[in-house]
């Protein structure tokens, strides 16, 4: 089982920007697919977006596209995810996760391994 920790939450305001970053320990990456998935209080964990194991295929939420890149980087174990323009609707606990296999995948069904979250404020 891989080990997931996130990084680079915290506040910004409306139209800001910040990198999350999700190391892996434990075990790497491997091929699977990575995904970033994210929940507000008193809603559903909703997914943000996905890259494949190469980083040549990823795919987004309407709600983040043009907005929000996932990245990755097999050397370092790590996974990114760059938040641009920002507004106060992105505020949630931002998780990254492993999926079961390869392909872009949307449904938090479809993954394994959880990091224990990153809270993103965005203030009006």
């Known amino acids: 089982q891989v080990q997931l920790v996130e990084s680079g939450g915290g506040l910004v305001q409306a139209g800001g920007s910040l990198t999350l970053s999700c190391e892996a320990s434990g075990r790497t990456l491997g091929t699977y697919t990575m995904g970033w998935f994210r929940q507000a209080p008193g809603k559903g964990r909703e997914f943000v977006a996905a890259v494949t194991w190469s980083g040549s295929s990823a795919r987004y939420a309407d709600s983040v596209k043009g907005r929000f890149t996932i990245s990755r980087d097999n050397a370092k174990n790590t996974v990114y995810l760059q938040t641009n323009s920002l507004k106060p609707e992105d505020t949630a606990v931002y998780y990254c996760?492993?999926?079961?296999?390869?392909?872009?995948?949307?449904?938090?069904?479809?993954?394994?391994?959880w990091g224990q979250g990153t809270q993103v404020t965005v203030s009006s």
């Open positions: 996760a492993r999926s079961i296999g390869i392909g872009l995948r949307e449904s938090w069904t479809e993954y394994r391994d």
